[in-house]
């Protein structure tokens, strides 16, 4: 079946160092989601990118659909306390409802 | 912000008991998707249903898990005889559209324990 293989499986990090995670794929994705999930709580939608090459930002959030429509990247700028928890990408193909997910990404930030 | 409701946030429940998870999608979204997450493994894809049917499942999505919208408003999950391995977090989806451009937002899950 189709699979992300997301990396690293975690960070730790400095505050108000920069961050990268990405993930790989297989097969053909024609939308990528980055979502952040907080201890206890629900998935929730960052970013979303919807075409091949496309670079997209949200506030210090930057995340770029790879031209290959395989690999997806998702960066942070100036981490701060509240950037601590587990990233996940999410693929999605055309016609498919599912979201495929990675494993995610644990991001710990040390003060 | 509309948001996806889940209740209740914990169900434990013994093995071979029938459990019902509950959702309220938000409002003017029409596709409503079950997912689970094992304790520390990713976030999986159960079923996705629209117009009162289901319209894609997974392996996963066995006999012993059913679902419907029985009001217009909750979207139910059940699992008729729990087995130790169905223990993991349920979360609820939903999307205004099917279609890959249409982001599904998650609620923030119930935690089901079985004993």
């Known amino acids: 079946g189709q699979q992300l293989n997301q990396s690293p499986q975690s960070m730790f990090i400095q505050e108000g160092e920069d961050v990268s995670m990405n993930c790989t794929s297989s097969s053909i994705f024609n939308t990528w989601l980055w979502y952040k999930q907080d201890p206890g709580e629900g998935p929730v939608l960052l970013i979303a990118l919807y075409k091949a090459g496309e670079l997209t930002s949200n506030g210090r959030l930057t995340a770029q659909f790879g031209i290959t429509r395989k690999d997806s990247f998702l960066n942070i700028s100036a981490s701060i306390p509240s950037d601590v928890g587990i990233y996940f990408c999410?693929?999605?193909?055309?016609?498919?409802?599912?979201?495929?997910f990675g494993q995610g990404t644990r991001l710990t930030i040390n003060p | 912000e509309p948001e996806v409701t889940q209740t209740p946030s914990h169900q434990v429940t013994q093995m071979g008991q029938e459990v019902i998870l509950r959702c309220v999608p938000i409002s003017n979204h029409l596709y409503f998707y079950w997912y689970r997450q094992i304790l520390g493994q990713k976030v999986e894809f159960l079923v996705s249903?629209?117009?009162?049917?289901?319209?894609?499942k997974s392996e996963i999505f066995d006999d012993q898990f059913s679902v419907e919208r029985p009001d217009g408003s909750n979207f139910t999950l059940k699992i008729r005889s729990t087995k130790l391995e169905d223990s993991a977090m349920y979360f609820c989806?939903?999307?205004?559209?099917?279609?890959?451009?249409?982001?599904?937002?998650f609620g923030d899950g119930t935690r089901l324990s079985i004993l």
């Open positions: 249903f629209y117009n009162n049917e289901i319209s894609e």
């Open positions: 989806a939903s999307s205004w559209g099917g279609q890959s451009n249409q982001p599904q937002h």
């Open positions: 999410a693929g999605q193909t055309w016609g498919a409802q599912k979201l495929v």
